[in-house]
Structure formats: C-alpha cells, structure tokens
C-alpha cells in the first residue's frame, strides 16, 4: 500500500515537472535549443552615422537583436571618434558587441551621390577576416524593421542566401523571382544592368565560404553595392543560393525610414543649470 501511495506521488512529481520546464520552453519556430550544441554564431554588420535618431534607431534595433542566441553585433560608425551616446546605449543594451568606426574616404566626401555605408560595410568584413571561423553575417541597417524569424533561417546559410525585402522601390518589395522552386531572376524598381538587383537587407553571406573569397569587397560605387559585392564572391551560381522566407513568399524584413529631426538647439544653462535637464541634453545626438 504504501509503495504504491509513494510510487503515485513521485508520477505526480515527475509529471509537474515536466510540465512547470515545458511551460518555460519559447514557443513558435526558434532555433533548436540544446544546451550542449549552441547554434552557429551569427554577425550582424550595421553601419551607421551621427545624427539626431542615431541612438533610437540602434535601440530598437539591438532590442530585436536580443532575443537571437549567439549573436555577435559590430556597429560601425562613419566617423573618427565614436559617439559617446552610441557607446554608451550599447553597453546598455547587453548584446556582445564592437564599436568600430570607419571614416568614408575624403575622395568620396565631395561627390554628389555619396557611397554612404561602403567604408563601415567593408571595415566589418575585415573584422571578420580577423576574428570569425564560422557561422554567417548579415548586413541589418539601423533603420530597417525585421521580424526574427528571418535571423534564425538565416544562421543556417550555406553559401549564400536570399529573401524579399518590403517597401523599397517603386515595386513596393525587392525580391527574388521563384519559379518551380527555382531563383528565375530578381523583381526590383531598379534593376540598373545589375547582375544582382537586390537590397542590402536581402541576403546572407557563409563566413567559410566568405572567407575563401579572398578579394571579396564592397564597392564604392552608389547603387551597386550589393551587386558589386555579391559578384565579388564569384564564383557563385544561381543555383547555389539559398531561398529563404518560406520560398521566398514571406516578407520578413522591411526597408524603413524614420523621419529625419533637425539637430537640437543648445541648452540654456544660465536657465536650466542643475536641473534634470542638463543630463537629458547630454544622452541626445
């Protein structure tokens, strides 16, 4: 009697067990947790620049990036000197990161369209030349709006992968054509006589396969970054690159813009000395 009264307790036991670590477990399609096997590292390259939504544009950003396991950001900065705001709401936001900075070329500056983005693009792709092993990068602007899924298919790329991308162009989306399950060309505002019409937002990059592609860069030339970059990983045939978004039939991440803010005027000491304002001015860009 007895055994059997014990025996039913520990049943009882065991199964509230079970059910307390079940209900603790992340529901949806994550990646496969396990303790012992992380998944592979995932870099995430976001360029960026000085100016009044620098900080709440890396804030909402790196808040979406904290919900991805093993994930490694570098945050790059067209500039000399880094932007003590921007160091500081990193460090905040508790996602492992580096803070580089990567001035364009000043033979750039004067030109009428400027190759924004290129010299902090490229300076991450030498980081990860000197850092990385494995695992995959990904381009993730701070103005841009992803859903997470996107971040655990990407992981997984082989070589290279792609997927839509809404609200750029004209089009309303930039993405890859599938036809029978194949890619059959790229749908864009703007196709340009690009081998890869694509928004920088699109496509996931190996770091082994990267890495065997020794001279692969970005361009500085406006329009045809990711073209130019995606052709500098020849040899890379169509066939070899991966459709993400369930075939290329989801939009998972989106070309946002937030409106542009004038810079804030200057505080009025002699009228604001030893307030709280004094510290609130010092967090704004």
């Keep these: 009697m007895y055994l059997s009264i014990f025996l039913t307790t520990a049943c009882i036991i065991f199964y509230q067990y079970q059910l307390s670590k079940a209900n603790l477990m992340p529901s949806g399609n994550v990646d496969h947790i396990d303790n012992e096997i992380p998944p592979p590292p995932l870099y995430i390259i976001t360029p960026t620049y000085k100016r009044p939504e620098q900080v709440a544009e890396i804030t909402r950003l790196g808040y979406t990036l904290k919900h991805i396991p093993n994930i490694f950001w570098l945050v790059i900065e067209d500039a000399t000197l880094q932007t003590p705001q921007l160091t500081r709401q990193l460090k905040r936001i508790g996602i492992p990161f580096e803070h580089l900075t990567a001035p364009m070329p000043n033979k750039f500056k004067k030109n009428k369209v400027k190759p924004r983005g290129v010299s902090n693009r490229n300076r991450g792709l030498d980081w990860i030349r000197a850092n990385a092993t494995d695992g995959v990068f990904y381009f993730a602007d701070d103005d841009n709006t992803y859903d997470l899924q996107i971040f655990h298919e990407m992981r997984y790329t082989k070589k290279v992968s792609m997927w839509p991308v809404g609200l750029v162009t004209k089009y309303g989306l930039s993405s890859p054509?599938?036809?029978?399950?194949?890619?059959?060309?790229?749908?864009?505002?703007?196709?340009?006589?690009?081998?890869?019409?694509?928004?920088?937002?699109?496509?996931?990059?190996?770091?082994?396969?990267?890495?065997?592609?020794?001279?692969?860069?970005?361009?500085?030339?406006?329009?045809?970054?990711?073209?130019?970059?995606?052709?500098?990983?020849?040899?890379?045939?169509?066939?070899?690159?991966?459709?993400?978004?369930?075939?290329?039939?989801?939009?998972?991440?989106?070309?946002?813009?937030?409106?542009?803010?004038?810079?804030?005027?200057?505080?009025?000491?002699?009228?604001?000395?030893?307030?709280?304002?004094?510290?609130?001015?010092?967090?704004?860009?």
């Excluded at 890379?236 to 005027?265: D, F, G, M, R, Y």
Aim: aromatic share 12%; charged share 25%; net charge positive.
């Design 177 to 285: 054509i599938v036809r029978k399950g194949k890619l059959d060309g790229f749908y864009d505002g703007w196709i340009g006589g690009r081998k890869y019409p694509v928004d920088m937002a699109g496509f996931a990059v190996n770091v082994q396969f990267f890495l065997s592609r020794p001279k692969a860069e970005m361009p500085y030339k406006p329009g045809y970054e990711e073209d130019g970059f995606l052709k500098s990983l020849a040899p890379l045939n169509n066939t070899e690159i991966e459709l993400l978004a369930s075939q290329c039939t989801e939009v998972l991440t989106w070309h946002t813009q937030t409106k542009k803010n004038q810079p804030a005027s200057n505080l009025d000491l002699k009228k604001y000395n030893g307030t709280n304002l004094v510290k609130l001015r010092d967090m704004i860009v």
